[in-house]
């Protein structure tokens, strides 16, 4: 592609991420639990209402499913008394079980005196009429809870999706990122870290259920701890048990992250990675590794300050002369309220052997104290305070504890692990740099790599990237600090401080997939595009579901639809249906007849043909009707007597009766 070409696809314009509306698969479920749809608030209400209007439509019909059941199964040709004959007629008339037991209350009560066992003859119907009601009711329930998704996350999709940068897009689009505009880039890694350590203080070190933890797929991810591993350098150069009480070192190991399960890359399982990450620190003891010397003042005042050299390793960038990994200066310490933190990884500095890992990134951090005043006395080995209280410059006289030591050192080892799950082949535990060689030889598909290349190129997650952008901020110890004063502190802080490290890098580890989904802020500025990023990972980031969108499961609501379809067709036709059968092959006809001759309007029918109203047709039908045009009245208000005797009712224009042997019948003139 051109240069122009390349240049012309960039973006520069950032359009703020919205969940996707539509069907998709949350594959942490499967292709068909994990079906899903996705809708916008406004219309989620609409669609579950009319779910349970549909519900309520087909208890309805199950409901007279069950009464056309249980009115065959009582149907009897011998004779019965009143109270059988108005329970059937109960049965095939009610339209839900809360009717029916109402009216059966009624019945039975009407019946006390004249039906022998009227009470438990109800019974049954009673009790079948109330688990009907309980069980409509749980069904009403479940629908709502069937419909709704298998889990609580949406897709996000962004027009912006990609990889942020800063500078000039023209020097990118030709290969040449010399162009790059610095300060924005470090203004742009220094906002996202200071959002992971946040999100890390409130959701990983806390008992927190915030709503800020609800952002990714999972609120934090695991991580396991071992308080008492071994060391992780050659063991000259971690302190003994008895000097750090018993915790020479400290591990932590996330194990096998699932990519779509904790960074929320949707992807079906042959289209997902595992990335495995494991931490080992241990205080240094640099004794024999540090020198300290006496440099006159400058100013004139014929006083000297101490310099300390740290050597642990060649700084790559030294200038041939000083082969020392750090100088701390005491006269420029003097000036800070506050910590010194400096970390320094080995792509910086070359490790003496001691401290050499060919399978891990390895990385130092170098403390000082300088005026820090301790209140009590410290027996953490990074920390460490001397023995008595020492002078001290804001107060001139005695102060606090001060540090025992100019610098003291803390080293890590950082391994990762790429695994293909579909083959079960993995590359080894080592630094990044060696995992980005190794993942050509584990058999990734194209989904794999898309993911691997966003875990290895966007993320600089390692705890001494953090420590650097932090600074001394980046020490649990400074929130217990103020002026220069340092309130208590465990045995243990170090091990604090590097699990707080830790969990930044996981918050960190969760947040690089949605911000290059969803597409890094500052496309506003001057100098800033996004180089689009890839389809797949643009389509397929879940983020948590947020109060714009609600999702269905597709399953529960296709099962619940067909359902309802279902008892609702048939309610509609099983009449019919079994009396066609019933009176085709002679079997429980006279059920069929029993239960037409108690429908209602059967029942209106014969009231009516009783008393001589009207000319009935279809008398075998459910719906009897009359013939066309055949009027007949309402018995007058003021007539309490026979209302075939009522003129009202009888006489109608161009109507008149006529006997036809018992009975009357209409005729129309």
Same mark, same amino acid.
């Given at each position: 592609?051109?240069?122009?070409?390349?240049?012309?696809?960039?973006?520069?314009?950032?359009?703020?991420?919205?969940?996707?509306?539509?069907?998709?698969?949350?594959?942490?479920?499967?292709?068909?639990?994990?079906?899903?749809?996705?809708?916008?608030?406004?219309?989620?209400?609409?669609l579950t209402a009319s779910i349970a209007l549909l519900v309520s439509a087909a208890t309805g019909g199950l409901w007279k499913i069950l009464v056309y059941i249980?009115?065959?199964?009582?149907?009897?040709?011998?004779?019965?008394?009143?109270?059988?004959?108005?329970?059937?007629?109960?049965?095939?008339?009610?339209?839900?079980?809360?009717?029916?037991?109402?009216?059966?209350?009624?019945?039975?009560?009407?019946?006390?005196?004249?039906?022998?066992?009227?009470?438990?003859?109800?019974?049954?119907?009673?009790?079948?009429?109330?688990?009907?009601?309980?069980?409509?009711?749980?069904?009403?329930?479940?629908?709502?809870?069937?419909?709704?998704?298998?889990?609580?996350?949406?897709?996000?999709?962004?027009?912006?999706?990609?990889?942020?940068?800063?500078?000039?897009?023209?020097?990118?689009?030709?290969?040449?990122?010399?162009?790059?505009?610095?300060?924005?880039?470090?203004?742009?890694?220094?906002?996202?870290?200071?959002?992971?350590?946040?999100?890390?203080?409130?959701?990983?070190?806390?008992?927190?259920?915030?709503?800020?933890?609800?952002?990714?797929?999972?609120?934090?991810?695991?991580?396991?701890?071992?308080?008492?591993?071994?060391?992780?350098?050659?063991?000259?150069?971690?302190?003994?048990?008895?000097?750090?009480?018993?915790?020479?070192?400290?591990?932590?190991?996330?194990?096998?992250?699932?990519?779509?399960?904790?960074?929320?890359?949707?992807?079906?399982?042959k289209d997902r990675i595992t990335y495995q990450r494991i931490a080992t620190c241990a205080p240094l003891d640099t004794t024999g590794y540090t020198t300290t010397?006496?440099?006159?003042?400058?100013?004139?005042?014929?006083?000297?300050?101490?310099?300390?050299?740290?050597?642990?390793?060649?700084?790559?960038?030294?200038?041939?002369?000083?082969?020392?990994?750090?100088?701390?200066?005491?006269?420029?310490?003097?000036?800070?309220?506050?910590?010194?933190?400096?970390?320094?990884?080995?792509?910086?500095?070359?490790?003496?052997?001691?401290?050499?890992?060919?399978?891990?990134?390895?990385?130092?951090?170098?403390?000082?104290?300088? $005026? %820090?005043?301790?209140?009590?006395?410290?027996?953490? !080995?990074?920390?460490?305070?001397?023995? =008595? #209280?020492?002078? *001290? @410059?804001?107060?001139?006289?005695?102060?606090?504890?001060?540090?025992?030591?100019?610098?003291?050192?803390?080293?890590?080892?950082?391994?990762?692990?790429?695994?293909?799950?579909?083959?079960?082949?993995?590359?080894?535990?080592?630094?990044?740099?060696?995992?980005?060689?190794?993942?050509?030889?584990?058999?990734?598909?194209?989904?794999?790599?898309?993911?691997?290349?966003?875990?290895?190129?966007?993320?600089?997650?390692?705890?001494?990237?953090?420590?650097?952008?932090?600074?001394?901020?980046?020490?649990?110890?400074?929130?217990?600090?103020?002026?220069?004063?340092?309130?208590?502190?465990?045995?243990?802080?170090?091990?604090?401080?590097?699990?707080?490290?830790? $969990? %930044?890098?996981?918050?960190?580890?969760?947040?690089? !997939?949605?911000?290059?989904?969803?597409? =890094? #802020?500052?496309? *506003? @500025?001057?100098?800033?595009?996004?180089?689009?990023?890839?389809?797949?990972?643009?389509?397929?980031?879940?983020?948590?579901?947020?109060?714009?969108?609600?999702?269905?499961?597709?399953?529960?609501?296709?099962?619940?639809?067909?359902?309802?379809?279902?008892?609702?067709?048939?309610?509609?036709?099983?009449?019919q249906v079994m009396g066609f059968i019933q009176e085709r092959w002679n079997r429980g006809g006279y059920r069929h007849r029993q239960w037409l001759l108690d429908?209602?309007?059967?029942?209106?029918?014969?009231?009516?043909?009783?008393?001589?109203?009207?000319?009935?047709?279809?008398?075998?039908?459910?719906?009897?009707?009359?013939?066309?045009?055949?009027?007949?009245?309402?018995?007058?208000?003021?007539?309490?007597?026979?209302?075939?005797?009522?003129?009202?009712?009888?006489?109608?224009?161009?109507? *008149?009766?006529?006997?036809?042997?018992?009975?009357?019948?209409?005729?129309?003139?």
């Amino acid at each position: 592609m051109s240069e122009q070409n390349i240049t012309q696809t960039l973006i520069f314009t950032s359009q703020p991420a919205h969940p996707y509306y539509g069907v998709w698969t949350d594959w942490s479920y499967g292709q068909v639990r994990g079906a899903t749809l996705t809708i916008s608030r406004n219309y989620s209400g609409l669609l579950t209402a009319s779910i349970a209007l549909l519900v309520s439509a087909a208890t309805g019909g199950l409901w007279k499913i069950l009464v056309y059941i249980a009115y065959h199964l009582r149907a009897q040709r011998e004779r019965r008394d009143g109270l059988y004959h108005q329970q059937q007629n109960l049965l095939r008339n009610s339209a839900s079980p809360s009717g029916a037991l109402i009216e059966l209350l009624h019945l039975t009560w009407a019946w006390r005196r004249h039906a022998d066992r009227f009470l438990l003859r109800s019974l049954p119907m009673g009790l079948s009429a109330l688990l009907c009601l309980g069980v409509f009711t749980l069904a009403g329930i479940f629908s709502s809870i069937a419909i709704k998704a298998a889990g609580t996350d949406t897709l996000t999709r962004s027009s912006s999706c990609g990889q942020w940068m800063a500078g000039n897009a023209s020097y990118y689009a030709s290969g040449d990122t010399s162009g790059d505009d610095m300060p924005l880039t470090l203004a742009n890694t220094l906002n996202i870290t200071s959002d992971a350590v946040n999100y890390a203080r409130i959701c990983y070190m806390s008992e927190s259920d915030s709503s800020r933890c609800n952002v990714y797929t999972q609120p934090t991810l695991p991580f396991t701890t071992d308080t008492n591993p071994s060391c992780p350098f050659a063991s000259r150069m971690c302190y003994s048990s008895d000097t750090v009480a018993g915790r020479v070192a400290y591990k932590l190991d996330t194990g096998k992250l699932d990519s779509n399960l904790h960074l929320g890359i949707n992807a079906r399982p042959k289209d997902r990675i595992t990335y495995q990450r494991i931490a080992t620190c241990a205080p240094l003891d640099t004794t024999g590794y540090t020198t300290t010397e006496q440099v006159n003042n400058p100013d004139g005042t014929n006083s000297s300050y101490t310099l300390e050299r740290v050597y642990l390793g060649s700084r790559y960038s030294a200038n041939g002369t000083d082969n020392s990994t750090y100088v701390y200066n005491e006269n420029a310490g003097t000036y800070v309220r506050g910590y010194t933190l400096v970390a320094l990884a080995d792509t910086v500095f070359d490790p003496i052997p001691a401290l050499k890992r060919t399978d891990a990134d390895v990385s130092i951090f170098l403390l000082s104290g300088n $005026t %820090v005043q301790y209140i009590y006395p410290v027996t953490d !080995p990074w920390f460490m305070t001397g023995a =008595s #209280p020492a002078y *001290s @410059i804001w107060t001139g006289g005695a102060g606090g504890y001060r540090s025992a030591l100019l610098v003291s050192v803390l080293g890590c080892a950082e391994q990762h692990q790429i695994c293909n799950p579909a083959n079960e082949q993995c590359t080894d535990l080592s630094g990044l740099s060696a995992i980005a060689t190794q993942t050509n030889n584990i058999g990734l598909n194209t989904p794999q790599s898309a993911v691997f290349n966003i875990l290895f190129e966007l993320i600089d997650d390692k705890m001494s990237s953090i420590v650097s952008n932090l600074g001394a901020t980046a020490l649990q110890a400074e929130q217990l600090a103020s002026q220069g004063v340092q309130l208590d502190l465990p045995s243990n802080q170090w091990a604090k401080e590097v699990a707080s490290w830790f $969990t %930044v890098g996981l918050a960190r580890l969760q947040q690089a !997939p949605i911000n290059y989904a969803a597409g =890094s #802020p500052g496309t *506003s @500025i001057n100098y800033t595009f996004i180089v689009p990023g890839d389809p797949y990972l643009c389509a397929n980031q879940k983020v948590r579901s947020t109060s714009e969108a609600v999702s269905f499961s597709v399953l529960g609501t296709s099962f619940i639809i067909a359902v309802c379809i279902v008892l609702i067709l048939v309610s509609l036709v099983l009449d019919q249906v079994m009396g066609f059968i019933q009176e085709r092959w002679n079997r429980g006809g006279y059920r069929h007849r029993q239960w037409l001759l108690d429908g209602k309007l059967q029942l209106q029918r014969l009231a009516y043909e009783n008393a001589g109203i009207g000319t009935w047709i279809k008398v075998e039908d459910n719906i009897p009707v009359t013939i066309l045009r055949d009027l007949f009245g309402m018995p007058d208000e003021n007539n309490r007597g026979d209302p075939t005797e009522d003129p009202a009712v009888m006489a109608g224009e161009n109507i *008149s009766f006529a006997a036809v042997g018992e009975k009357q019948v209409q005729v129309v003139n």
